[in-house]
């Protein structure tokens, strides 16, 4: 049974830094496009950058030069570098990847709090 589990969400001021992860564990024979998801109260999840196999990345208007998706495809692990942090980060952050263990399909992880907050 693959698994996704985020940590490192917490409490930052503005302007602070965190940095998020997600281990993926099970029977996972290839990893293709993994990604980060986030939702505030009240809005819809929304896209906040993805990464390929290639390490081909992405990013949404609103973080692009303030956070870095990363990946380690020896560890089945993905990251998330958050810089400059502002009060509007603040939401549940989601993992996301499409996974091959015998079928191919989305996995979602059980998101991670960021609270941005003076």
């Known amino acids: 049974q693959v698994q996704l589990v985020e940590s490192g969400g917490g409490l930052v001021q503005p302007g602070g830094s965190l940095r998020l992860s997600c281990a993926a564990s099970?029977?996972?024979?290839?990893?293709?496009?993994m990604g980060w998801y986030r939702q505030a109260p009240g809005k819809e999840r929304e896209l906040v950058a993805t990464?390929?196999?290639?390490?081909?990345?992405n990013y949404a208007d609103s973080v692009k030069g303030r956070f870095t998706i990363s990946r380690d495809n020896a560890e089945n692990t993905l990251f998330l570098r958050m810089n400059n942090l502002k009060p509007e980060d603040t939401a549940v952050y989601y993992c996301n990847a499409e996974i091959n263990s015998g079928w191919r399909r989305a996995y979602w992880g059980q998101g991670t709090q960021v609270t941005v907050s003076s």
């Open positions: 099970g029977t996972i024979f290839s990893i293709n496009t």
């Open positions: 990464i390929t196999s290639r390490n081909s990345t």
